[in-house]
């Protein structure tokens, strides 16, 4: 009986935490042969693709100078940002941005 009960509390803990990080991947239409396939592979976060291109008041309000860029938001505050290098590819592997993830989820326990 008691796993019955525990159940819906913690999956409704799970989705409000999965709610509060979002990663958002800046990117020009320019450089989409850099395009982070694999940003879209992340788990327990909501994914934002962003062409600087076509929204720059976005670019300007979260100061992206460099594409891409990989930015993580947890309850709306950016935590971590990841830039490309000088070859306009990111640097950061998709298994440092999903332990960061990771990480983020844990300390909101």
């Not at 999965?18 to 395009?35: K, R």
């Not at 694999?38 to 460099?66: F, G, M, R, Y």
Request: aromatic share 10%.
């Amino acid at each position: 009986m008691k796993k019955l009960i525990l159940l819906p509390i913690f999956w409704l803990l799970s989705t409000t935490v999965y709610g509060q990080i979002t990663v958002t991947h800046f990117n020009a239409g320019w450089n989409s042969a850099n395009d982070v396939q694999w940003v879209e592979k992340l788990s327990d976060c909501d994914i934002t693709k962003v062409d600087i291109a076509a929204d720059p008041n976005l670019q300007q309000k979260h100061q992206v100078v460099v594409v891409p860029t990989i930015i993580i938001f947890q309850d709306g505050e950016e935590v971590k940002r990841f830039q490309a290098d000088l070859s306009f590819k990111i640097a950061a592997t998709r298994e440092e941005l999903q332990d960061y993830i990771d990480e983020l989820i844990m300390s909101a326990f």
